[in-house]
């Protein structure tokens, strides 16, 4: 099967607009030059979109990125994480064919994305304008031949996903300015958000990210300011078996360390 590259796509200019969650509101600042956001916590989006085959293409040549990081799902299996590290002036996109996961009548893409917030080892956060580049951020496009072009768009189903936010200390500072520790309260996580039959009646649409600064024209597609017009990643996808547990077992440290509310990554540095 011939492989997707950049020139299935004719054109630097993408169809596919810049979303987040509605629950971050982005109150718009104007003045002369970008400026860097204030220090936040990271943040986490779930997206949905549903759409109908009549059948399916035998190539659905595929781009996407976002800022952190995302995860893709295709009808409930995962397919892509990304982006490659890059300089956010410099972002990096990916290139995927989709057919080999769609299927003819109702499809379901799902893609998480994980906005680290502030600097660490391997992100730098954009200078954001008045409109872009102060949250997380997600675009995506998809040639489904005959069925047209499916993009990221405020017609997409989103919501902040909280699991990741239950614990007060910032997960940075207890890594040492290193790799972040993740911490996730899955109680919290929805669960089968990624699956066709997930009812996400009760989520908002997504909101259109727009790029606001002088001489601009509030632009949703890249390229756009702040992360300039977007490259194809240079290196492969990771690889490799997935690895999971054998068995788990749950050590209780309360007593021990006589921090009965306090969360894992607190137990661990006390």
């Not at 992100?123 to 993009?151: C, Q």
Request: aromatic share 10%; net charge neutral; hydrophobic share 40%.
């Amino acid at each position: 099967m011939q492989p997707v590259t950049p020139q299935d796509f004719s054109d630097i200019r993408w169809r596919g607009h810049w979303i987040w969650v509605s629950e971050d509101k982005i109150e718009p600042t104007m003045g002369f030059g970008g400026h860097r956001a204030g220090p936040r916590r990271e943040s986490h989006g779930l997206f949905r979109k549903q759409f109908s085959l009549a059948s399916v293409p035998s190539r659905v040549p595929a781009r996407l990125t976002a800022d952190s990081r995302y995860v893709l799902y295709v009808n409930g299996q995962e397919v892509a994480r990304g982006p490659a590290r890059s300089q956010p002036r410099r972002t990096m996109y990916d290139l995927l064919d989709l057919a080999p996961y769609l299927r003819a009548g109702e499809n379901t893409l799902a893609v998480y994305v994980k906005n680290y917030g502030r600097a660490n080892s391997f992100y730098i956060p954009p200078m954001s304008n008045a409109g872009l580049g102060k949250t997380g951020a997600l675009v995506f496009e998809a040639d489904l031949g005959p069925a047209g072009w499916l993009v990221s768009d405020d017609s997409w189903k989103a919501a902040k996903c909280h699991a990741w936010d239950a614990e007060a200390p910032d997960s940075q500072d207890l890594a040492g300015g290193g790799v972040p520790v993740e911490q996730l309260d899955a109680r919290l996580l929805p669960v089968g958000w990624q699956q066709a039959d997930f009812d996400d009646a009760s989520w908002a649409t997504a909101q259109l990210l727009r790029a606001i600064h002088i001489g601009g024209y509030a632009r949703t597609q890249p390229p756009t300011d702040p992360y300039g017009p977007l490259y194809p990643r240079p290196i492969a996808q990771l690889g490799g078996e997935i690895v999971t547990p054998a068995h788990i077992r749950v050590d209780s440290l309360h007593g021990a360390l006589g921090l009965p509310e306090a969360g894992p990554a607190t137990r661990v540095a006390a």
